[in-house]
């Protein structure tokens, strides 16, 4: 403001000296001057708003000032009152209809009962005003630049009207308190809804849960508005109260037991209900919620949206604080739907960890059901799944191990297992080529029907593959409606078992070694059973027999010895003699099956070179032996090898109608024995091998010496058993 502009402000009113303290002959009124040099001088945070207040009523011989502040939100907030007025208006209030657009330098002047503008005094300040006694009005609007700022009020309760002077110097104050009111007033700050979109956006710049970014909120607001307590309640539909956020020191933390209350409960009951803003008074209640009575307690509901959680936002104060009540009640509003979001994002997340809770109890129970139970169990879950779905007849699982194909089936609530031999043809194939589901239809059903144990015309089968494992799931249906249903339970079961299909495969592998245990152990049985009639059949039938038979021709020919020529009776002895011979040959034979003696004396490549020679004299084959062993084996070892290589032979190749055979013994240097049994015999494959008698007694036998025994088909057509076994081991 130039020195000009100051005279021409100034003309006509000039005061002494006297007039205005500390102020010297200058022509300016001491108002001014002082007005002007607290502008200068003090922030906003330290201008003394009733000292303003009072020199605005000096300077208008006026009993009663008010100078007010315009809010964000068109609210007229007192700053400063001075005078005989002791009542403090309310505030913040609303402002006149049309205030905010009134220009610098209007007033409206004149008795109060007298006709005044709405848009400078509503009716209800007007009756305010005539309770305190006022008689005249002076009401001009505060501006600052050229935007509405505040509301200057001057009043005078004495009949004495307001002078063509007091309008200018009116005019004048007006002007200068504006500039003061608006380094303060609101208008500067950014708006309720900008601030409470920066709450959340500082509260989303971390990463977090809903949960966490809510409380961020809550911490922040709590210090926006110099809160004690910052309480968010959630209201439960089973009729109770949550405390899903707060932030206040350790000392005010609530007391939890405090919220289960039935005072609580009806007073947070009764702010949804009314749907609005309360405060909650000393005695109502609320002094149960914190360890130490607050000054001031503002509660707030969340608004209505949908089937959204009902929600309470509770401030509370330890002492008053006028001014951070009045930004809750500017910013809460504002910050309250995207409050009730995030509550709907609390509440997806306390969902997804439900659901994830109860899938992990679900892999849990599916990991120990695959570690105690198996395929055929699957199965069976499979089957109670597909019950309903309409037309299902059959469900079951399919599994690949040692190089077969293993069919788990529930049929008619009945569990079948099926061993597939032929791998080139089998269904199997297409079930685990096809990905990530396959329908098959009645123009396959031919194919399939070798592996289904169903009697059907016609069927559809839904198959899934396990993919890390080589296995599906399997659904046979009559009905070709129920399949689009079959697929989506297929995919389901199968996202279930994916990750712990291996275990289902090592389940198959136990359950096949068991198979083949028990099958070695029928062998060991039957074997048994023949060799022990082998054995009396040798002993009893044919020695014991024979041994008679001799002794009697013996008698028979010593009596008739006087009755006929001497060469009769030499001719009967020869024979005696011969069956003699061939009786002591055949119990040797049937001592050395079970233990030859070469075993004991020379070890297991001379018993081997016996055996092959008895193989030649008893069934006319072609057998070349050919092996030796730089370091003789345990005693128990050679006694199952020489035992393994008559099973193999007697058991598995001569009911083959082999010709010739080929036996090699070695030692490798770590002292591993080798023994390979070749033979002319036709090659079948693997299946065929395992179903051979002995087959399944030979592995295992070889298994528990701790070896291997493969099996394989030579390029002439032959095969060849190949067992590697070492030197020494425990049985």
Not at 169 to 191: D, I, K, Q, S, W
């Amino acid at each position: 403001m130039t020195e000009h502009r100051l005279r021409w402000l100034s003309r006509g009113q000039a005061r002494s000296h006297s007039e205005g303290p500390g102020v010297g002959g200058s022509a300016v009124p001491f108002w001014v001057e002082w007005l002007l040099d607290l502008g200068v001088r003090a922030g906003p945070e330290q201008l003394d708003w009733t000292e303003v207040a009072r020199i605005s009523c000096q300077v208008l011989s006026a009993q009663i000032v008010r100078i007010w502040r315009m809010t964000a939100r068109s609210e007229l907030v007192l700053q400063a009152q001075a005078g005989d007025g002791q009542e403090a208006p309310s505030s913040p209030r609303p402002i006149p209809t049309g205030f905010d657009r009134l220009a610098p330098g209007m007033l409206a002047v004149g008795p109060l009962d007298g006709p005044l503008a709405e848009s400078f005094l509503t009716a209800e300040e007007r009756v305010a005003l005539r309770r305190s006694g006022v008689q005249h009005v002076l009401v001009a609007p505060l501006h600052a630049g050229g935007t509405t700022v505040g509301r200057l009020d001057v009043a005078r309760t004495r009949p004495e009207p307001f002078s063509a002077e007091d309008r200018s110097r009116a005019v004048v104050l007006a002007e200068l308190v504006g500039l003061l009111v608006g380094r303060v007033a609101t208008v500067g700050e950014p708006l309720p809804s900008d601030q409470a979109a920066e709450l959340v956006h500082q509260a989303l710049a971390l990463p977090g849960s809903a949960r966490e970014v809510l409380a961020r909120i809550v911490e922040a607001l709590r210090w926006r508005v110099r809160a004690s307590a910052v309480l968010f309640l959630r209201w439960l539909p089973e009729e109770r109260v949550e405390l899903l956020t707060t932030s206040t020191a350790p000392e005010l933390m609530p007391d939890p037991t405090a919220l289960t209350s039935s005072r609580v409960l009806m007073l947070v009951r009764n702010v949804l209900e009314q749907g609005r803003p309360q405060r909650w008074r000393a005695g109502s209640g609320s002094e149960l919620i914190f360890p130490v009575v607050m000054a001031e307690t503002l509660a707030f509901p969340l608004p209505v949206i949908g089937t959204a959680a009902r929600g309470v936002l509770v401030l509370a104060w330890r002492d008053r604080d006028e001014g951070g009540e009045e930004r809750v009640q500017v910013l809460v509003p504002e910050l309250a739907p995207r409050l009730l979001t995030l509550v709907g994002f609390v509440e997806r997340e306390e969902r997804a960890i439900a659901d994830r809770a109860s899938i992990e109890r679900r892999e849990l129970l599916l990991d120990a059901l695959l570690r105690t139970s198996g395929p055929t169990v699957i199965a069976e879950a499979l089957w109670r799944r597909a019950q309903s779905v309409s037309g299902v007849v059959a469900a079951g699982v399919l599994l690949e191990g040692d190089e077969r194909f293993v069919w788990f089936w529930v049929v008619q609530e009945e569990p079948r297992v099926l061993v597939e031999t032929d791998r080139e043809r089998s269904p199997a194939q297409l079930a685990l080529s096809q990905r990530p589901v396959a329908v098959f239809g009645p123009d396959r059903w031919a194919t399939w029907q070798a592996v289904v144990p169903l009697e059907l015309e016609q069927a559809w089968v839904v198959t899934a593959p396990l993919g890390t494992v080589r296995g599906s799931l399997v659904i046979v249906t009559h009905e070709e409606q129920a399949t689009a249903e079959a697929e989506r339970l297929v995919t389901d079961l199968v996202s279930l078992l994916e990750a712990r299909a291996d275990g289902l495969v090592t389940r198959l592998d136990r359950d096949l070694a068991e198979m083949r245990r028990q099958r070695a152990l029928g062998d060991a049985l039957v074997q048994h059973a023949e060799e022990w009639r082998t054995l009396v059949d040798a002993i009893h039938t044919t020695v014991l027999q024979g041994l008679a038979s001799s002794l009697y021709r013996i008698e028979l020919t010593t009596r008739r010895v006087d009755q006929q020529p001497v060469e009769q009776t030499l001719l009967e002895l020869e024979q005696v003699r011969d069956i003699l011979a061939s009786h002591i040959a055949a119990l040797r034979d049937a001592i050395f099956r079970q233990r030859p003696a070469s075993l004991e004396h020379l070890g297991l490549a001379a018993a081997l070179r016996d055996y092959a020679a008895q193989l030649q004299r008893a069934h006319a084959l072609d057998v070349d032996f050919l092996g030796e062993l730089w370091q003789r084996p345990d005693r128990h070892v050679e006694e199952s090898l020489f035992g393994l290589v008559r099973l193999l032979v007697e058991r598995t190749r001569l009911p083959l109608g082999v010709r010739k055979l080929v036996i090699r013994l070695r030692q490798r240097t770590d002292g591993t024995i080798v023994l390979v049994v070749a033979d002319d015999a036709h090659w079948a494959g693997r299946a065929a091998w395992e179903e051979l008698p002995g087959a399944a007694l030979a592995s295992e036998w070889i298994r528990l010496l701790g070896g291997t025994l493969h099996v394989a088909g030579l390029p002439d057509g032959g095969t060849a058993i190949a067992c590697t076994v070492p030197l020494r081991r425990a049985l």
